[in-house]
């Protein structure tokens, strides 16, 4: 028989319930009811120069075009600390602020608003339906429409500076007519591949994916890096020291590739390829990127942009208890995470490097 996600968070809440009783029945023990705190949340206004739009995606796209602008969708929701290092950090910039404002009509979503939307297809949505339909499941997410209205591309997740950078550079010179934006971002990620990874004592040393697949309930994270890259340090010394982290992290098969790696390898599905090519295969433009695979070589989940540590743990603790299948809003199944950790007496942290609970 199935198991509803949240029954693997069962023994959360029975350890919350025993230590609730032991608040009421003895008062001395008053300390062990304390609920943590939520901490890390944040919420930026969207910057001025954002489009006032009716969310009739058509006539934006139109009007965009005949300005020689494209549309750039952004959804957002309140409390998001990742959105709030877009616009303080990335739009707040004067140079791309000034790039953004030249080349598009920026376009803001809340996932969980009300407001009428009518696609390009003429079909009706509310913010959180359309953001459903798109299956938003991070944000910051950045949708950049071309002329006729089709997806040029697809962030999801924050970018840092540069790579953001790079990838308002592919949409606005409308490469994706002639390559992926894995290709496009491949030659710039791989600049040191003859560099070393940062290694782990958890990573398998195994190219032949599909034969980690034999534990139905040992799913597999394929991790891929770069030897000069920022962001796999700070994954690798910030997040993956953490004893929450690391907790979780070892009860799944870990694989680790090198991005511009020519090494043949077997794809979990049993096809044989090499890592640049499966990695191209797949749309890995940003590292670190952990992509995520179930017991019959099907992806279920992926990291491919800038996370910390609870929403790291997060993605892996979704995909451990198959919560996919019955919760397919992230964003839902980390809000009840959040809300289990803090009913045991810890504080969750959605934005710092250090976990607080066990």
């Known amino acids: 028989m199935k198991r509803h996600w949240f029954e693997s968070m069962l023994p959360a809440r029975l350890a919350f319930a025993t230590a609730l009783l032991l608040c009421l029945c003895q008062p001395l023990l008053a300390s062990e009811c304390k609920i943590g705190d939520f901490l890390g949340a944040k919420t930026a206004e969207k910057p001025a120069w954002f489009k006032e739009s009716f969310l009739e995606f058509e006539e934006d796209v139109a009007e965009a075009a005949a300005e020689g602008r494209r549309v750039m969708l952004y959804f957002y929701q309140d409390g998001c600390p990742y959105c709030a290092r877009l616009v303080e950090e990335n739009f707040a910039d004067p140079a791309t602020r000034d790039y953004i404002v030249e080349n598009f009509d920026g376009i803001t979503l809340n996932m969980w608003g009300d407001r009428e939307v009518v696609s390009i297809s003429g079909q009706d949505f509310t913010e959180k339906t359309f953001a459903t339909a798109l299956k938003v499941q991070y944000t910051p997410t950045l949708v950049f429409l071309d002329e006729t209205g089709k997806v040029a591309l697809r962030l999801n997740g924050y970018y840092p500076p540069q790579d953001f950078r790079a990838a308002l550079d592919y949409v606005v010179q409308k490469r994706e007519s002639e390559q992926s934006f894995a290709d496009f971002r491949l030659a710039q990620l791989a600049t040191a591949s003859g560099g070393q990874l940062i290694e782990e004592d958890f990573y398998v040393e195994e190219n032949d994916l599909q034969a980690l697949l034999g534990d139905a309930d040992r799913p597999l994270a394929v991790y891929f890096e770069t030897a000069d890259c920022a962001e796999c340090r700070v994954m690798h010394e910030r997040i993956l020291t953490d004893a929450a ?66 929403h790291f743990q997060s993605v892996y603790a979704y995909v451990l208890e198959k919560a996919y299948l019955t919760q397919p809003q992230f964003q839902r199944y980390i809000e009840a995470r959040a809300d289990l950790i803090r009913e045991a007496g810890y504080d969750a942290d959605i934005w710092g490097y250090d976990s607080f609970h066990e």
């Open 245 to 310: 982290t690391r907790k979780l992290v070892l009860q799944a098969s870990n694989v680790q590739f090198d991005l511009a790696s020519s090494a043949p390898l077997t794809t979990p599905d049993g096809r044989r390829s090499t890592v640049r090519d499966w990695a191209r295969e797949l749309g890995i433009a940003y590292t670190p990127s952990v992509v995520f695979f179930d017991s019959a070589g099907t992806e279920v989940m992926r990291i491919d942009a800038f996370l910390k540590t609870f």
